[in-house]
């Protein structure tokens, strides 16, 4: 077709493509103003110019399907090997060209083995969750740098970006943000105006695509249908509006009778929007055909036929119409050059095909559509979900399998939909009720509780009480409210109702993935686990009996992790003896587990110090967690990553990671999580020096926990007090705070910071003259056995015991076994804390000559940290040994323009989603800029960001 016109848009794609720098940009237009053409212009001179093209289309069917636009993406870039991503060729199949005989590159790039298992979660492999979007961008930008580093740039082109799946858009927008410095890779996008795209938000520069000057739509119609009459021809210019779709078929559409009524048909269709009238003259054509092309048309359409997969063929095959040749020569389909397949002309015509076929047609076509995705769950799921009315319980079943897949892949959001549409088609109330309950924990879990409140209520109409109300209700009172006494109280009935009632056992089910004999019950399961987190976060010793004394009586019906919970939970120095070997055993199938499940577990791995061999996939899975999968589990999957990283002594990473926390339980609401990462904020203050902080942060979480009874809270208070009076030599007040949580010379039951803060109890009471109750705490500790518990209660315990030794020889052989032990490197706030004790008592000993290495050792670590109350005592310890280190001045770390735009925006007063509105940022990406800026400022808070402002340097220039 010969493009008229669109002289300053051509110019720009054809500086756009010829560019050696890469970058991204956006068309954005009405529906029919031309955009697909002119990414066929694009793509003609790519290729002409010797690019590699590579060209998908958003399929609205597949909108709800992650990283279903992806797979046409990068399915012509991906090698032909045996260690392909399923759904590829194998090596034999290439041509002698040098390509595989699908048209995909020969020679296979060198795929690491992170960038493999991104790509080959994309493609839909079970032994992987699918990552985050920072990493599978990144594997994409690594794959494009590579392809175009052969001598090859590559082009992307994208059309109907509106219908991209979400997963999709998100790490095409990172990609596309990325390309700048990557020379040879570009992407172009094209989206409707007038509709809402994921786009949107893309923050990728855009080119308008406006309608055609009077003159060019003069020519186009004049080119195409010159025989017109002067008053049908003015009449569909005015209509048309500079809209090449509509010149060209608003014509094709006149009867043949007189001017005049040719012209009433146009003036009757005044005041609709262009779109739709276009609409209206595809649903004229569709109504003079046949049934049979009318059907294969719709099948076509709602499986998004010939949606241009690339260079070879589609990793998922699509359904390809047959027998519609009568389509057409009325112009509603084309032939696709090349392929030979049947495609629709336009999407409008697709969309005309849907809406005028009737639900029973429609049901029809999904029910063809199930049988040809029937190796591809989700997408089965998805024409199955449509193409059944009355109760069937096969279909059920697999829409509640599709659920779980989901559910596992980071599609928690999806399977909600998806459950409770197999509770619609369940054939028993049995059955029903199940998937609802099933439906309501998933909503619940995904944070929206409003929704998993009703879908319980809707699983037992009449009563509050049912095992899904109780926990849809659980959750919002301990997430939003922290209220644990009388959570915990009901939980209780629930659970000894359940246990008691008749017909209990038939509860759970079919066997489906993570049900069976392994667990018996999944509903009292999910209880009982809900109990344990109550009684964790309440603390306290008459809770966590009343709760041992539940499970007790549940005997075979309480499963191994339900015991794994409550003795790691809730007192380790009594009951976490043995369970660090079952920990990681557990670890092992991390993929084959629901998040909520690998979440408690790390909670166990956490109060067994057995974190870090987890972390690497909590890092994996924890955004696409917080963007379409259980937000509550990955705002505790960052508590987690938090922790760990504040162990390791990666301090600044925990700052960040820490206020992204915040800022998502803030926005959300979730008062709980909100005050447990202040909690956690506090900590790292306390141990950096930042004493103001630490006691400012201290104040607001024991002003809200201690009324609500949440003693998991006020004990981290405690301990961040401890710790704040230590790193500002106060130790009488340190040994205050210590008490508080346990006496010297015992653990106190069911309190989980007793054993974690032994040295500071000892430290403080060894500053302070009572030596002998710090001998006894760690005497304490070495009978109740912390150093067979986890690596840091050993590291810690002979730390404490070598501190408060008789006589020289003991205390050498405990620091030896102190800093000898296997993980004590992983430990060096702690490890650098028993150098500076070991290396005075040395000095005093023996000299200053033996005390300078642990001394130097101590210094350089908590240099490194950040530590610097502690570093100024481990320097003057040196200078006493008669060494003067030199301790340089930490540089300051610049904002970016973006994240001090955003933070202005924020000390203005507007919220994440209003600064995302004015930046075209999602509120998600705004909180990010936030959480990495308020480390950069020095606080923590967002009333300080005035402030804070005022007093730091000009941003980076702005791109």
Known sequence: MVMVGRDGERARLSVFVLAPDGQALVLRGEAGVGKSTLLDLAA????????????????????????????????????????????????????????????RPSDAPPLGATTRAAFDAVFGR?????????????????????????????????????????????VCGFVGRRLAGRPGVKLLVAVRGDTSSPFDTAALPEAPIGALADADATRL????????????????????????????????????????????DLLGLHGVPLPRRIQGIYAARLARLGDSVRAELLRGALDGAAARPGDGPAPIARYRMREVDEAVACGLLVVEPGAGEFAFRHPLVRSSVVQLATPDQRRAAHRVLAQL?????????????????????GVAADLEAAARSA????????????????AELSETRVDRSRRLDEAA?????????????????????????????????????????????????????????????????????????????????????????????????????????????????????????????????SDVVRHGAGWSRRVERAAAGLEDQDPWDVTRLAVSAYHLDVLSPLRPYLERVV??????????????????????????????????????????????????????????????????????????????VVAWARPRGVGFLTQIADAVGATAALSAGDYETAFLHAIGITAPGAFRPYAYQASRTLLDLVEAALHTGRAEQARAHALAARDAGLPDLSPRLALITHGALAMTAEDDTEASAHYARAQSHP?????????????????????????????????????????????????????????????????PAPASVPLTWQERRVAELAAGGLTNKEIGEQMRLSPRTVSAHLYRAFPKLGITTRDALRDALTRVSQPAPAP
């Open 373 to 393: 995705h029937r190796e591809y769950p989700e997408r089965r799921a998805i024409h199955l979900a449509a193409a059944t009315v009355d109760p069937e319980e």
């Open 623 to 700: 955004d696409r967690e917080l963007d379409t999968g259980a937000m509550s589990s990955g705002i505790v999957m960052l508590h987690l990553v938090l922790l760990d990283q504040l162990a390791l002594g990666q301090w600044d990473a925990a700052e960040r990671t820490g206020h992204r926390a915040l800022a998502l339980a803030t926005e959300r609401g979730h008062g709980l999580f909100a005050h447990q990462t202040r909690a956690y904020l506090a900590q790292l203050a306390a141990v950096r020096g930042r004493t103001a902080e630490a006691r400012e942060l201290q104040t607001a």
């Open 441 to 569: 924990y998933v909503a619940g879990q995904t944070d929206h509780l409003g929704r998993a409140r009703s879908l319980a209520l809707a699983a037992a109409p009449g009563t509050d009480e049912s095992p899904a109300a109780v926990l849809a209700d659980s959750y919002l009172a301990l997430y939003r409210d922290g209220e644990v006494r009388a959570t915990h109280r009901r939980i209780v009935a629930a659970v000894e109702r359940l246990r008691d009632s008749p017909d209990r056992a038939g509860q759970h089910g079919p066997d489906l993935p993570g049900r069976g004999p392994d667990r018996p019950d999944e509903v009292l399961d999910r209880l009982v686990s809900l109990l344990l987190a109550v009684s964790q976060y309440a603390g306290d010793r008459a809770t966590w009996r009343r709760t041992h004394e539940v499970l007790a009586t549940l005997g075979d019906l309480a499963t191994e992790r339900a015991w794994m919970y409550g003795s790691t939970w």
């Open 221 to 264: 119609l004049d080119l195409h249908h010159p025989r017109l009459g002067r008053q049908v021809r003015g009449l569909v210019l005015e209509q048309a509006g500079g809209n090449p779709l509509a010149l060209l078929e608003l014509p094709a559409h006149l009867a043949d009778g007189p001017g005049d009524r040719a012209g009433q």
């Open 44 to 103: 003609r001179l790519a290729a002409e110019d010797g690019q590699l093209v590579v060209r998908a289309t958003g399929v609205e069917a597949e909108s709800g399907l992650p990283h279903a636009g992806l797979h046409q993406l990068l399915y012509p870039l991906l090698p032909t090997s045996d260690d392909r991503p399923s759904g590829g060729r194998t090596s034999d199949d290439r041509a002698s060209d040098g390509r595989a005989s699908d048209g």
């Open 126 to 170: 079970p032994d992987g969750p699918p990552p985050p979007v920072m990493a599978l961008g990144i594997a994409v930008l690594d794959l494009l740098s590579w392809t175009a580093s052969k001598g090859r740039p590559v082009l992307l082109v994208l059309d109907d970006g509106q219908w991209l799946d979400e997963a999709s858009a998100e």
């Open 407 to 422: 559910t596992r892949r980071g599609g928690a959001r999806l399977a909600v939909s998806w459950l409770t549409r197999a």
């Open 823 to 887: 993980a004590a490197e992983r430990f060096p706030f702690e490890l650098a804390r028993i150098r500076l004790a070991h290396g005075i008592a040395v000095r005093r000993l023996h000299g200053a000559a033996a005390a300078r290495l642990p001394l130097t050792q101590a210094a350089k670590t908590f240099d490194r940290l950040g530590a610097p109350a502690w570093a100024a005592r481990a320097h003057a310890e040196l200078r006493a040994a008669g060494v003067a280190p030199h301790t």
